[in-house]
């Protein structure tokens, strides 16, 4: 295990029935709330009546900043930016998924920065000090709620790139199992394929070869994640299923499972990002597609951490390592395709002919992220593993 630092200060209110406490967590942080939300689905299931009737209860000004689609961008983010000068917002409150928290995160950064905030994802600049963000989560899958990242999609060069700092980390995150009830089949799949590629990008991608402890969190979380997604397919409403899947996919991405790790990357999300930046297509959606592929990519160098996956999760009793590992990846592509999630470049819509260009926006962001291995020419190799 490596040296690490962990901390995590983000407050957690667990349980049904406590989205009514997020006007007295708001009012901590001050008077006037941007209300950022997406395109309508808080509206239907009664998650906007609840978190409005709290903060007018403890006498909030309220800023509302609808909206937000999913794989955010950033020209909307910019009126979010500019609205919240306006009414001078002194604290902003996601009420909403992955998309609505980032949304709202870039926000809370760009309102004190004096420069374009897209600085901040290029790391041109990095961010000084954000408005305090609170959330209540209707989606479970980014672990935004409990993390320091965003990600955004700037449209000019479809560029899908992200920001960490600790301003940006929620102060309070809301976490009420039922918020999930109405979520639909397909966001329901692509949430466990999210959390799952979360959790395996860093036990896969790490410099630590002695692992026990982070390997079993993953591999505990990744069983939770895939018995409580199999539930929740036949029965949207089950608290049980909805609350163990919340929690776990909150710690999915939340920095515990790759303490001690050493140097950890997340290719599988770089590639991902420019599938959703180029065919705006769901996050999770695009990483069942890439997750497998890239894995039979790295069978050579990573046979070992495949087997054990494959023996740990699909309890594959193949000794030998190779056949092993293999059996795996066709056992987990096999499950993705089994909730419901694309397993194919071809399933997606997306045409064989489209990999150069996809391979060329993915190698951008290589570069950012500083993946040396990932030359436009290796992303391409992936890619052809994903057809
Ligand atoms: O817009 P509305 O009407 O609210 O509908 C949303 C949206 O269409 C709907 N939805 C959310 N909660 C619902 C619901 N529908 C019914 N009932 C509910 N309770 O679900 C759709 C998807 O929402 P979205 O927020 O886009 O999903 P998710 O949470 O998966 O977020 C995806 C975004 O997060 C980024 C992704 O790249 C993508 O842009 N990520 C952020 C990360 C982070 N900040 O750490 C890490 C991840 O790796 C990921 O990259
Ligand atoms: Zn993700």
Same mark, same amino acid.
Not at 20 to 37: I, Q, S, W
Not at 129 to 143: D, G, R
Not at 247 to 269: E, K, Q, R, Y
């Given at each position: 295990?490596?040296?690490?630092?962990?901390?995590?200060?983000?407050?957690?209110?667990?349980?049904?029935?406590?989205?009514?406490?997020?006007?007295?967590?708001?009012?901590?942080?001050?008077?006037?709330?941007?209300?950022?939300?997406?395109?309508?689905?808080?509206?239907?299931?009664?998650?906007?009546?609840? /978190?409005?009737?709290?903060?007018?209860?403890?006498?909030?000004?309220?800023?509302?900043?609808?909206?937000?689609?999913?794989?955010?961008?950033?020209?909307?983010?910019?009126?979010?930016?500019?609205?919240?000068?306006?009414?001078?917002?002194?604290?902003?409150?996601?009420?909403?998924?992955?998309?609505?928290?980032?949304? /709202?995160?870039?926000?809370?950064?760009?309102?004190?920065?004096?420069?374009?905030?897209?600085?901040?994802?290029?790391?041109?600049?990095?961010?000084?000090?954000?408005?305090?963000?609170?959330?209540?989560?209707?989606?479970?899958?980014?672990?935004?709620?409990?993390?320091?990242? /965003?990600?955004?999609?700037?449209?000019?060069?479809?560029?899908?790139?992200?920001?960490?700092?600790?301003?940006?980390?929620?102060?309070?995150?809301?976490?009420?199992?039922?918020?999930?009830?109405?979520?639909?089949?397909?966001?329901? /799949?692509?949430?466990?394929?999210?959390?799952?590629?979360?959790?395996?990008?860093?036990?896969?991608?790490?410099?630590?070869?002695?692992?026990?402890?982070?390997?079993?969190?993953?591999?505990?979380?990744?069983?939770?994640?895939?018995?409580?997604?199999?539930?929740?397919?036949?029965?949207?409403?089950?608290?049980? @299923?909805?609350?163990?899947?919340?929690?776990?996919?909150?710690?999915?991405?939340?920095?515990?499972?790759?303490?001690?790790?050493?140097?950890?990357?997340?290719?599988?999300?770089?590639?991902?990002?420019?599938?959703?930046?180029?065919?705006?297509?769901?996050?999770?959606?695009?990483?069942?597609?890439?997750?497998?592929?890239?894995?039979?990519?790295?069978?050579?160098?990573?046979?070992?951490?495949?087997?054990?996956?494959?023996?740990?999760?699909?309890?594959?009793?193949?000794?030998?390592?190779?056949?092993?590992?293999?059996?795996?990846?066709?056992?987990?592509?096999?499950?993705?395709?089994?909730?419901?999630?694309?397993?194919?470049?071809?399933?997606?819509?997306?045409?064989?002919?489209?990999?150069?260009?996809? @391979?060329?926006?993915?190698?951008?962001?290589?570069?950012?992220?500083?993946?040396?291995?990932?030359?436009?020419?290796?992303?391409?190799?992936?890619?052809?593993?994903?057809?």
């Amino acid at each position: 295990m490596q040296n690490f630092i962990f901390e995590n200060p983000t407050k957690i209110i667990f349980g049904q029935g406590q989205i009514g406490r997020v006007g007295k967590e708001v009012a901590r942080f001050g008077r006037t709330v941007l209300l950022v939300y997406g395109l309508g689905s808080i509206k239907k299931n009664g998650i906007y009546d609840q /978190a409005t009737a709290s903060l007018r209860e403890a006498g909030l000004n309220i800023v509302e900043f609808p909206g937000v689609k999913s794989n955010p961008v950033l020209s909307h983010t910019l009126k979010g930016i500019a609205l919240a000068r306006e009414k001078q917002a002194e604290v902003v409150l996601a009420v909403g998924g992955g998309s609505v928290i980032d949304t /709202a995160k870039t926000i809370a950064a760009g309102v004190r920065a004096d420069h374009d905030v897209w600085d901040f994802f290029t790391y041109k600049k990095s961010i000084q000090s954000a408005l305090p963000v609170l959330t209540v989560l209707t989606l479970a899958a980014s672990a935004s709620e409990m993390n320091a990242a /965003a990600v955004m999609t700037r449209e000019e060069g479809l560029q899908k790139f992200s920001i960490r700092s600790p301003h940006i980390q929620p102060r309070v995150s809301i976490l009420d199992p039922t918020a999930l009830f109405t979520l639909p089949a397909t966001y329901s /799949a692509y949430s466990a394929v999210d959390a799952i590629a979360h959790m395996l990008e860093p036990y896969f991608n790490n410099t630590e070869p002695d692992s026990p402890f982070q390997d079993r969190l993953v591999e505990g979380l990744m069983r939770t994640i895939m018995e409580s997604t199999e539930i929740i397919l036949k029965e949207p409403a089950n608290y049980s @299923a909805r609350a163990n899947m919340i929690w776990a996919t909150t710690w999915a991405f939340n920095g515990l499972t790759s303490t001690g790790m050493g140097l950890i990357s997340l290719p599988v999300h770089m590639i991902e990002h420019s599938l959703s930046a180029i065919y705006d297509i769901a996050h999770g959606a695009g990483l069942s597609i890439v997750l497998p592929g890239w894995m039979r990519y790295t069978l050579d160098r990573n046979a070992g951490k495949l087997a054990r996956l494959a023996r740990e999760i699909f309890l594959i009793s193949e000794r030998d390592e190779r056949l092993a590992a293999v059996a795996g990846i066709e056992r987990l592509q096999a499950w993705f395709a089994a909730i419901g999630s694309p397993t194919s470049l071809t399933e997606a819509g997306i045409p064989e002919e489209d990999i150069d260009k996809i @391979a060329e926006n993915a190698a951008v962001l290589a570069q950012v992220w500083q993946l040396k291995d990932y030359s436009k020419e290796v992303i391409t190799e992936i890619l052809q593993q994903c057809r």
